[in-house]
């Protein structure tokens, strides 16, 4: 195999579009492959599903950033991630990781989210009814964006006049490409979204009540669970990754549907697809791309390539869920497909906490969707939709026409 790395090109707007050709080529090449990712970072990408799905439940791949050997990659994180990423669960390891999980799983069990899905169908209802009249929607910024932004903000405890403004501050610290953003611009966002955390957190401590975050904050002050730095981080993280990838769930799942007329059909035939239709659009082309960093705290040997230590490892999810091997017939979205063991949300003690009500939004959003916005099309050629370049994938944009309500 060789080990000239290979560029991921993020300024090709073509590769951007449909990673999926060169993400073929490299699985076919090899399960552990070099590459140039962004900000010119050196990683090895995993290719294969077997190999990744054992790299992701691998302790001596750490999740840990500062266990990579790289000085370039700390030096590039914005101020931001250096502050508040790296008190997160996300970016540790046991036993931290282990008790900064315990103190929120509770929120986000089966159970739990379940009893979300009346107000979140109401959220969807309420948004769509504001399109329907006009026979004509920007299904992002109209719909997919709105509803988890809401429906995190509400579980958050963010009143609605505030939430333009941490959303807008998380866009422009994940924005992600060839070129590393400007640090400036982020690091701006990044202490204006401190200050507005640390002024809500104030706000809830004053007026507490039965909800996740006066949960946290008891046990930063009363059980001393949590540092501030640490309670700082959780409320910023489930902030932002309670939506973030959810928008592209529900936006990248209407967007396949509508390429793929067959798929369309089916699902609005027989509706109780719907979770594995869910699953499918996790595994086809999934909200994260082209997958999860993990940072080798020794040599370690994956599918008979030596990773040194300090090695950046990219468990390429987008790709290990095209390999032929795990997934018959692999490029073609099958919403009846079984057995969808996809890597999307991840494995392991690391898998995503998020992922019940990231589902249940997904369901109750492209659901309500398909009922409720008749002859439902794309506005622009599927060839001149625009998607988020690196990390976070899903259309930029999404739109689409229908019959009107009251139309015909």
Known sequence: MSQQPVLLPYADPAFVADPFPLYRRLREEGPVRRAIIAGGLDAWLVTRYEDGLAALSDPRLSSDVRDASDPRLIAQLPEFERESMMSTMLRCDPPDHTRLRRLVSKAFTARRVAELRPRVQEITDRLLEAVAPAGRAELVADFALPLPVTVISELMGVPVDERYYFQRWTDAMLVRGEEMPDPLVVDEAWHRMRAYVTKHLEAKRAR??????????????????????????????????????????????????????DQLTLLRDRPELLPDAIEEFLRHDGPVSPGIARFAREDVEIAGVRVPRGATVLVASAIADRDPARFPDPDRLDITRRDNGHLAFGHGIHYCLGAPLARLEGEVAIGTVLRRLPDLALAVPPADLTWRPGGLRGPARLPVTFTPDGAG
């Open 208 to 261: 507490p009540g039965d909800d996740l975050l006066s949960a946290l904050i008891d046990a930063h002050d009363q059980e001393q669970r949590l540092s501030h730095d640490e309670l700082i981080a959780m409320t910023f993280l489930l902030l932002v990754a309670g939506y973030v990838t959810t928008v592209n769930l529900i936006a990248g799942g209407i967007a396949a549907l509508l390429t793929h007329p």
